[in-house]
């Protein structure tokens, strides 16, 4: 709703096809002659996605710490915590490596793409576990249950894909091998030392 709402104020203030898309709102600004509400949009925007970032960044850490913890990566490194700050220094180093990386290698448009088909089919798998956890395990304690399920999840799911799918092909072919990468982890590592695996 945002996203049509503001694309609606931008047509109105430029043609849809002098709309800059890599900062459209500001450009949108600038052509009018708002040269304050630029600057404002700019540094809200810079302000936004270095917050994004750095809490991407700061969970990434914590994530792999809880899947070390689950047996699901090597505890030994994932699952260590430094003595004086206890937080997973050695993981927190090995994601922002991999982020620096990342954006000094590759184009913009490419990491957004990457971020946003990663990201939408995250939220996919998440909707449909709500689904499948219905049925396998009716009578698990939910202190923060879906409502109306299973209308909710499965429109999150259907909405999730349909996003997916605006996204090119190539972007597709990225998703498979990371996803991939990620299973031969899996099925090599952890799911062999899964606590969840071993307790069942």
Known sequence: ILYVMVAG???????????????????????????SAEFIVTVGALAGITSVLLVMMMGQPRIFLAMARDGLLP?????????????????TVLTGLVVAT??????????????????LFAFALVCGSVLVLRIADPDRR???ACPFSPW??????????????????????????????????????GYWHSKLRRQS
């Not at 047509?11 to 708002?34: C, L, R, S």
């Not at 030994?76 to 430094?82: K, P």
């Not at 909710?152 to 998703?175: A, D, I, K, Q, T």
């Open 9 to 35: 104020v931008l047509t109105g203030m430029v043609p849809y096809n002098e709309i800059d898309k890599d900062a459209p709102v500001a450009t949108a600004f600038e052509q009018v002659g708002f040269k």
């Open 75 to 91: 505890y030994s490194f994932f699952g260590a915590v430094h003595k004086k700050f206890r937080t997973p220094h050695l993981s």
């Open 102 to 119: 990342a954006a000094s290698l590759l184009p913009l448009s490419i990491l957004a793409e990457l971020v946003s088909i990663g990201t």
């Open 142 to 144: 939910r202190p923060f």
């Open 152 to 189: 909710f999840p499965g429109l999150g799911v259907l909405l999730c894909v349909l996003l997916m799918m605006s996204l090119p092909g190539e972007n597709w072919l990225r998703l498979v091998i990371w996803l991939a990468i990620g299973l031969v982890i899996y099925f090599c590592d």
